[in-house]
């Protein structure tokens, strides 16, 4: 079984920055794509960023140039370093991971999710 878990989300003001960490541990092989989505209230749930295991980026276009995605397989982490905040970002937002497990089983996981609250 793999667990993750998110960290950095908060309460701040339009225009600031906030950084998310999500780290994945136990049973992991190695960690495909990872990303982050956000869900705001009374909306559908949309991918923000990904980040592939070699490293490209890819960005939904709402937060191009402010939001960047990076990741530390050492650590088998994940970030999502968030600049200019908006009151529309905000939003829950939820890491995942596609994990091959020690089994090589692949499998999806989610973070439990982490709040952003962006004041104008």
């Known amino acids: 079984q793999v667990q993750l878990v998110e960290s950095g989300g908060g309460a701040v003001q339009a225009g600031g920055s906030l950084r998310l960490s999500c780290a994945a541990s136990g049973s992991i092989f190695r960690i495909n794509d990872m990303g982050w989505w956000r869900q705001a209230p009374g909306k559908q749930r949309e991918l923000v960023a990904v980040i592939t295991s070699g490293g490209s980026t890819n960005y939904a276009d709402s937060v191009k140039g402010r939001f960047t995605i990076s990741r530390d397989n050492a650590k088998n982490s994940v970030y999502l370093q968030i600049n200019s905040l908006k009151p529309e970002d905000t939003a829950v937002y939820y890491c995942?991971?596609?994990?091959?497990?020690?089994?090589?089983?692949?499998?999806?996981?989610w973070g439990q999710g982490t709040q952003v609250i962006v004041s104008s």
């Open positions: 995942n991971m596609v994990v091959i497990s020690t089994t090589r089983a692949l499998t999806d996981y």
